[in-house]
């Protein structure tokens, strides 16, 4: 992806813009439908007003959540997508009004900020420090309520039913399967589009079976943007991460089961922390963990079902979902026709990925076209394999993985072989069978959820 030169557009609007105000936030329940709204502004000259809805499921129970415990849950989000409108122009003060913050609060804060920006500042050509990326400005401690709150005594409150959330590719589709038998799961989507809606139905899950969340942005973020403010990557399944807990309360759902593999991983820039998939790490994981049970609730359990597994791995176990075969999508670029676009890294890394495990006619019906056969993805490969210095900023797998797929005879058969001729040469490196042998013990897996991982892969 083509890097832009805007640090001096990030140091004028720096200087033009000071402050960045969390107001205030809305929490309503009526019907059974949860609605949460949040107001920001700019220097009191631009003001968002970003929503989540929850529509009303016979499973939630949001009346039995103490009202300042649905109020901190929710301030979560809220400082979770804060970030999408501060990144406009990156003001070096953010006063935060609805709650106090530790000083470790706000380090964490601070923290998922920098390195969930890591891809826009990148991108950007900024450079800026953590310490300096901003104040994080709220009213002393002792004067207000903080939001770390008697939430760990509900324990008793959740029961032991899993939620996973679903976004619409092979990841999230292979721990479903893996889960739905052995126990109750509830599936979640943010957003609901084709990919998404065709999975849990394939699964067999009605309507009132599953969990909807409704976002929308504000409409003057996506306007200062088409006028030519900073924009970029934001951390996504960060947001999503604090979703989920709240959703946890509402439906008593002990665990939360994410699709995040040991490949996420990997920077995207080698030699640096710069990673597409920040918040999708193992980095992440254990730092929401600990502040989930510092400051919201100790019985909750959030962690990647995937994580001892890389996407090799999972594309193993995903070419097994042969239901499953016609409705997934990993492409972002064709996520709102719910189709393959056949030109970005995300499709070409999905085929190389699958191609140790399905035929090439099997492929050639899920995408559409022999990608292989496609002289123009040539550079993408070149980013994917490690012959180019950056990796493509997308949520795909280790350049490992790639070369190793590259080696293995049934991706070569009737393959683009003049890319595959380039190769970094010597080709070294772990074959598909040595990686799929292989179980990663940096994890947070409860037990009962590592087992039903390791009978399925056989180990």
Request: charged residues 25%; negative net charge; aromatic residues 10%.
């Amino acid at each position: 992806m083509k890097r832009t030169d805007n640090q001096s557009k990030f140091d004028a609007l720096r200087e033009a813009f000071s402050t960045f105000t969390f107001e205030s936030q809305t929490v309503k329940r009526a019907g059974g439908t949860l609605s949460l709204a949040f107001d920001f502004n700019l220097d009191d000259r631009y003001h968002f007003r970003p929503t989540l809805e929850i529509p009303a499921r016979p499973f939630f129970d949001w009346d039995g959540i103490p009202e300042d415990q649905l109020q901190a849950l929710a301030f979560q989000i809220g400082m979770t997508e804060l970030v999408s409108y501060w990144k406009i122009a990156c003001p070096k003060k953010v006063v935060v009004k609805p709650f106090a913050l530790t000083e470790k609060q706000k380090a964490f804060w601070k923290k998922l900020y920098y390195n969930g920006l890591g891809e826009f500042l990148y991108l950007n050509s900024i450079t800026v420090s953590e310490a300096e990326l901003m104040d994080i400005e709220t009213l002393p401690i002792d004067s207000m309520p903080s939001h770390i709150l008697p939430g760990n005594d509900m324990g008793s409150w959740f029961e032991e039913k899993t939620l996973v959330p679903i976004g619409g590719g092979k990841d999230s589709v292979v721990t479903l399967e893996c889960l739905r038998n052995a126990m109750p799961v509830t599936p979640l989507i943010v957003n609901p589009r084709g990919a998404t809606l065709n999975c849990v139905k394939t699964a067999g899950y009605n309507d009132d079976e599953f969990i909807v969340i409704n976002r929308t942005l504000d409409p003057t973020m996506l306007k200062l943007n088409a006028e030519g403010y900073l924009n970029g990557h934001t951390p996504f399944s960060a947001l999503l991460a604090f979703i989920s807990i709240l959703v946890a309360f509402g439906s008593r759902s002990k665990y939360i089961a994410l699709s995040n593999e040991n490949s996420a991983n990997e920077s995207t820039v080698p030699g640096t922390n710069i990673n597409h998939q920040y918040s999708k790490s193992i980095e992440f994981e254990s730092d929401f963990r600990n502040y989930v049970a510092e400051n919201l609730n100790q019985e909750v359990q959030y962690f990647s079902f995937l994580r001892p597994l890389s996407e090799l791995q999972i594309a193993k176990l995903f070419s097994e979902c042969e239901a499953y075969h016609p409705v997934f999508r990993s492409c972002n670029a064709g996520s709102k026709t719910d189709s393959w676009c056949g030109k970005c890294p995300k499709c070409l890394f999905t085929w190389i990925i699958l191609s140790p495990f399905l035929s090439r006619e099997k492929l050639v019906a899920i995408f559409g076209k022999d990608l292989m056969a496609d002289e123009s993805l040539r550079p993408i490969l070149e980013e994917l394999d490690g012959t180019a210095a950056v990796k493509p900023f997308e949520c795909v797998g280790t350049v490992e993985e790639v070369r190793a797929c590259m080696k293995d005879a049934g991706i070569l058969t009737g393959s683009m072989t003049a890319a595959f001729a380039k190769v970094p040469e010597p080709v070294e490196g772990p074959t598909v069978e040595d990686i799929l042998r292989r179980f990663n013990t940096h994890h947070f897996l409860p037990p009962r959820f590592e087992q039903i991982l390791k009978t399925r892969l056989h180990v």
